[in-house]
């Protein structure tokens, strides 16, 4: 018998499920069941799916949200391009891991509608990471490390396209993984993003 915690057992199995079978395929009956507690038990932790799948995402995935308020408020010292190289690691790996979860929401039109309300009401959501990333650039503009001109926007949309991109464009290829590691893929980025928002002399 699995000596954790019932919550951390529930995260567990939460995660494992909605990565293989996906968010939408995913039910409460069957988390509780392979955390081995009751489905009452899971709702005295997270009143609803939608609450569980935001705690996995914050407290079972690569900590992207973490990583994007720390370096708005403080750039740790380090160059914008290592910042940027290290967003693009972390991005990639968080998506990696969440596409598979909620790609299944698609298929399901309403289930999608309704997951999208909760969201909504949780304050979470894809348009989250953006944010995150434009307000850090919107803070290397003010310590004049980036071209005031830059669209902080347009290039956290970049940034973080690209890493989604990764997390599934690869996977119809006959190796099945992009071209290139992680790392080589997140110094790429980084590099090609700053030539268009370094600043101009």
């Not at 018998?1 to 995660?15: C, E, F, S």
């Not at 392979?34 to 009143?47: D, I, M, R, T, V």
């Not at 190289?85 to 968080?94: G, H």
């Amino acid at each position: 018998m699995d000596q954790k915690p019932t919550r951390t057992r529930i995260l567990d199995a939460a995660r494992d499920l909605m990565r293989t079978a996906g968010l939408a395929r995913t039910t409460t009956k069957e988390i509780a069941k392979a955390a081995g507690c009751s489905e009452a038990a899971l709702y005295k932790y997270f009143p609803s799916k939608e609450e569980l799948f935001v705690t996995v995402l914050n407290e079972r995935l690569p900590k992207l949200g973490d990583l994007l308020g720390t370096l708005a408020v403080d750039p740790q010292g380090r160059g914008v391009e290592e910042n940027l190289a290290e967003i693009a690691r972390r991005a990639a790996l968080f998506y990696e891991q969440t596409f598979p979860m909620a790609a299944s929401l698609y298929a399901e039109p309403q289930l999608k509608a309704r997951h999208e309300e909760v969201m909504r009401e949780l304050g979470a959501g894809p348009h989250k990471p953006i944010e995150g990333l434009a307000g850090y650039l919107r803070a290397e503009q003010e310590h004049g490390r980036i071209d005031a001109g830059a669209d902080t926007r347009a290039a956290a949309a970049l940034l973080l396209g690209a890493c989604v991109q990764r997390a599934f464009a690869y996977e119809m290829t006959p190796d099945r993984r992009p071209p290139e590691s992680l790392d080589d893929f997140a110094r790429s980025i980084a590099r090609t993003l700053m030539r268009g928002i370094v600043v101009r002399n």
